[in-house]
């Protein structure tokens, strides 16, 4: 191993300018003649309980100053068999934001990130791997090591302004339809955004708050940002919405978050509104006469409105959860946990949902705009998971924006698949995580020599195929 000063300038150039650029901890080493970078990385000890350094093989440089990344080993010395249906939908329904993010230094990276997390939601630390099984990792070559996705989701955070650029570019006439989110943070003492506030189940804890708008015409997510916990909701969408005073504003919330108050507050804002009430709500009507029905998942739904002095009252009741809760019910008399007198009091109102809204709509229309909120709540359950794995990458504000930056996109994909499934009125039969797994069985297999051919379909993944031919070639 010789020195650095003995090495050609050409290839000190290189290094000096590859560490200066990448902010990683490179070193260089001459083995045999040859250059080589290596990473230096903290690793923990277990049994010294302490960190200790280890050096990664990063690449070599040859005497001209010419840096060769180290190549990825393969998993199979003779092909590779790559997942191709999920990773093709997920590309292909990335591309409107591919070309819109251009210009930005990581966009690789943010995009093959993005898809990761719709279609298997992972840690940073296991995203490269992850990636490496999709198809699109033959062509889209990106560094996924996650000290660096790390600094790169700081990148987003700190350049965050920037994004209300974008976010504009992507949205659709119609107007914008807002979800609160509220995601619990409780492992970082550094983190600031994460604040004591009372969150929707009235639990003290600290969190971050996360607003994502919706298009009203396509309900695809066209923003997102992140704010301190203590911050109410309201206050919150009111920092949110003044960058978008253009256009109709709407706000979908939580069953927890209904007050006369609140309501006031959205007309003052000139903001549609969809809010549930609680069932023991004055403005709930004891008598209920249902005059039209819809189904909705298969189901069938009653559903009746009326005018009141805050917008209109929209009733559903679900015959099977009717009967679902009055057996519960019931089981709890029979075991003497209850009596009758609480069953009949309550009789009346089994099954019975209320939502209040200016809106003047089909019924049909605002449960399902309320409903459609359970695959937000879903996608962000399984973040929150993601946010506590991650906790070593995610200490700082920025990089907690970041994350959730690529959540949102995450989410746009996602909404997308939903849209197609509604559209063929398959929603009810397929959900989107079925569609995201039953596609990973259809494989691609790389020989060594560059032939390509597919691995046996199954019947099922064809007719979810046929629902998507335009967005997965065949080639």
């Known amino acids: 191993m010789t020195k650095f000063d003995e090495a050609p300038d050409a290839v000190k150039e290189t290094y000096l300018k590859m560490k200066n650029e990448q902010g990683k901890k490179l070193e260089l080493k001459i083995i045999g003649g040859n250059y080589y970078l290596y990473i230096a990385k903290g690793v923990w000890d277990k049994k010294r309980k302490k960190p200790v350094k280890k050096t990664v093989l990063f690449g070599s440089i040859d005497e001209n100053g010419t840096f060769t990344k180290k190549k990825a080993k393969r998993i199979f010395s003779s092909s590779m068999v790559y997942e191709y249906g999920n990773s093709q939908l997920v590309w292909n ?13 990581y966009r690789d990276q943010i995009i093959a990130m ?17 990636f490496q099984k999709l198809y699109i990792s033959k062509t889209l070559k990106t560094n996924l090591d996650p000290d660096d996705l790390s600094h790169i989701l700081g990148y987003i955070g700190n350049h965050f302004p920037d994004m209300y650029e974008m976010f504009r570019k992507i949205m659709e006439p119609g107007g914008l339809l807002f979800y609160d989110m509220t995601s619990i943070i409780s492992y970082s003492k550094n983190l ?3 604040e004591k506030g009372y969150n929707p189940s009235h639990e003290h804890e600290n969190q ?9 015409k396509s309900w695809i997510p066209v923003a997102v940002d992140v704010f301190y916990g203590s911050i109410k909701d309201i206050k919150s969408l009111g920092y949110f919405i003044d960058r978008f005073r253009d256009q109709d504003i709407g706000f979908i919330m939580d069953r927890g978050l209904f007050s006369e108050s609140t309501i006031k507050n959205l007309r003052k804002l000139n903001m549609h509104y969809i809010v549930p009430l609680r ?34 009252i929209y009733m559903f009741m679900d015959p099977l959860m009717r009967a679902e809760e009055e057996s519960s019910i019931l089981r709890d008399v029979a ?4 009596d009758m007198e609480y069953f009949q009091d309550r009789k009346k109102h089994l099954g019975i949902f209320a939502i209040i809204s200016d809106l003047d709509r089909n019924p049909s229309e605002i449960y399902e705009q309320y409903k459609s909120r359970e695959e937000v709540e879903q996608v962000f359950d ?15 504000n920025e990089k907690v924006k970041g994350f959730f930056f690529i959540v949102f996109l995450a989410l746009r994909i996602r909404f997308k698949i939903l849209k197609v499934l509604k ?7 397929m959900s989107v995580n079925e569609i995201i797994f039953e596609l990973s069985k259809m494989e691609r297999i790389v020989e060594k020599s560059g032939v390509e051919y597919f691995a046996a379909i199954p019947k099922k993944v064809e007719k979810i195929v046929d629902l998507f031919k335009d967005m997965i070639p065949m080639g």
């Open 335 to 338: 075991s003497s946990k209850k």
């Open 208 to 216: 971050v708050t996360v607003i994502t708008a919706f298009s009203v």
């Open 192 to 194: 600031k955004l994460a």
């Open 279 to 312: 069932r023991n709500s004055t403005m709930v009507p004891e008598n209920v006469k249902f005059d039209s029905a819809f189904i909705y998942n298969e189901r069938p739904i009653q559903a009746a409105r009326k005018s009141s002095r805050m917008g209109f």
């Open 382 to 396: 399984t973040m929150k998971g993601d946010l506590e794995s991650d906790k070593t990458y995610l200490r700082e």
């Open 114 to 130: 993005a898809m990761v997390k719709a279609i298997d939601p992972m840690p940073l630390r296991l995203v490269a791997s992850r």
């Open 93 to 105: 329904l990335c591309q409107d934001m591919y070309k819109i993010v251009e210009k930005h230094p």
């Open 423 to 429: 559209e063929h009125n398959v929603l009810g039969k």
